[in-house]
C-alpha cells in the first residue's frame, strides 16, 4: 500500500490529506483536516507555523508520496504571492522529508476526480466522498480539496 499525502496550499489555510491506495484498487482516507494560522500574524509568522505543522504531520505518518495543487492565477496578485510563498514552504517541507511530488492543476485534479475537467466544487466533492466510501462530504472545503489532490496522484501513478 502507497501513502499519499496531498496539499491544497494557502496562507491562512492549507487543506491536508493522507490516503491509502488498497490492494483491491480502490482508496481509503487516513487522516484529513486542515492547517489554519491565525490572521493577525505576520507573513513570515504564518509561514513558519505551516511548515512546522506541516513537519508534524509528515513525521507523524511518514507517506510515501505527495501531490500538491499547482498555483492558479485568477485576478487577486496579492492572494497569488502569498499562495506562492505557502507553496514554496510546502514543497521545501516535502522535498526535506525525502517525498516525490507531484504537481497537479485544479483541472487535472477534476478530470482525475470526476472525469470532467470543468466539473464544479459540489460534483468534485461528491466524488470524493463516494471514491473514499465517506459518509458525508468531508468538510472543510480545503482537506476535501486535499482529498482530490491525493485521489488524482494516486490515479495518475496507478497509471
Not at 482516507?29 to 509568522?45: F, L, R
Not at 525525502?98 to 477534476?110: C, M, R
Not at 472525469?115 to 468534485?124: F, S
Not at 470524493?128 to 468531508?138: A, D, F, Q, T, W
Request: hydrophobic share 40%; net charge negative.
Amino acid at each position: 500500500m502507497t501513502l499519499v499525502i496531498g496539499i491544497d496550499p494557502g496562507t491562512a489555510t492549507i487543506g491536508y490529506a493522507l490516503v491509502h491506495d488498497l490492494p483491491d484498487g480502490n482508496n481509503e482516507a487516513v487522516e484529513y483536516g486542515v492547517i489554519t494560522t491565525p490572521k493577525g500574524d505576520s507573513a513570515p509568522q504564518r509561514l513558519m507555523q505551516l511548515y512546522e505543522e506541516l513537519n508534524a504531520i509528515l513525521a507523524r505518518y511518514q507517506p510515501d508520496s505527495a501531490a500538491v495543487e499547482k498555483l492558479f492565477f485568477a485576478n487577486n496578485v496579492t492572494t497569488a504571492i502569498s499562495v506562492g510563498q505557502a507553496r514554496g514552504v510546502v514543497l521545501l517541507a516535502l522535498s526535506q522529508a525525502g517525498l516525490e511530488v507531484g504537481e497537479y492543476t485544479p483541472n487535472e485534479v477534476k478530470q482525475a476526480v470526476t472525469g470532467y475537467g470543468g466539473a464544479d466544487k459540489k460534483q468534485v466533492q461528491e466524488m470524493v466522498r463516494v471514491l473514499l466510501s465517506l459518509e458525508k462530504i468531508p468538510k472543510p472545503d480545503d482537506a476535501a480539496d486535499a482529498l482530490a489532490i491525493a485521489i488524482c496522484h494516486l490515479n495518475t501513478k496507478r497509471y
